[in-house]
């Protein structure tokens, strides 16, 4: 007989505006999401819409991609065969995932991290060895060592550098260490190192990239998305950057023509205008210092962040849910991390436009910390 299937892992997001609209009888329009580290406004690229596209919406994009890939590879600074366009970061770590792991393969996670490296791998049948981060004191750095030591039977090691949901990051100069590690821990027991994924969704907003390091460790994947700086999130284009050898193998799970035509052609207009995304960083990075000060002077326990996003602390798990509740109940809705969880007393909360985060600060006043 056939063993009952364990359900697959999947994600889970908040509620989506709707729901909650009716969930707590609030206008639509006065919701607003601090839980998807998105952008308060998308660029304008009214200009690319009012054009006609090339090939026409009537015929597929062109399997090279080649003026997104031109656009990518000069803000990236890398070479056109070093480049895979994906649906959105998320679809870069699938293909990833796909091309890298079998049943019974080990990936290893530092944690606590963005939830899609373990889904991704354990759908692939993979087993995830997780190595915690050193706590909030250390800020939540990553350990090397361990991660060194877990690395020898793995197939791949995921990486996300500033990391979600914790707002750290981990200078390029410690991933150089770590990957030194790696490659000479391989050479020592005879095999090829992991493949390591840095996933840089949020690298914009440290500006710094571990992208040379590419060519000291050909196994490097680095992600990049139009997500979070470009402020294109309903877009749904990011990138796998490798070396063509190293790329080869994901490129082949990938389904044709993943991306659609207007979302390369938009994605190719923002990536080359760089003052775009470059403005809405800037405006970020004010709006991030001004949240963190404003939350500090409530009391609450918000910590450092490099990314679109803030994580704060509350004294229990409860304490945050209360919290959390309390917000919705106003149409703010945070990013809450289930029982269990090692944040489960944090709520991750997206810096927003001045007018949004003042109301998130209103609503903060009457939640104890
Ligand atoms: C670390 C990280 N990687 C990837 C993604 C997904 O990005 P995309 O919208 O490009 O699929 C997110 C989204 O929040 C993220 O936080």
Redesign the pocket.
Known sequence: MNEPQKPLPTYAWEPTTDALAAKYGLPRESIVRFD??TSAAAPDLSGVLAGSFDPPLCEYPPSDYAALVAAAAEAYGVATDELLPTA???EA?DLIARATLREGSVAVVPTPT?A?YRIVSEQRGARVVAVPRSGERWGFALDIRAIARAARTASLVWL?EPN?PTGSFEPPERISDLLEILTSDAADDGREPPTVTV?E??AEFADRTVLPLRTGYPKLVTVR?L?KAHAL?GL?V?FAIARPETLAPIVAYRAPASVGTISAAMAAASLSRPELAAANVARVTVQRTRLFLDLSELGWHPYPSSANFILVKFGSAAAAGLAAETLLGKGLVPRTFPSGHPLADCLRLTVRSAEENARLIEAAKEIPA
């Open positions: 998807v580290n959105g970061a998320d770590l963005y899609m996300c979600n996933d969704a949020y998305t997500s999130a749904r990011g």
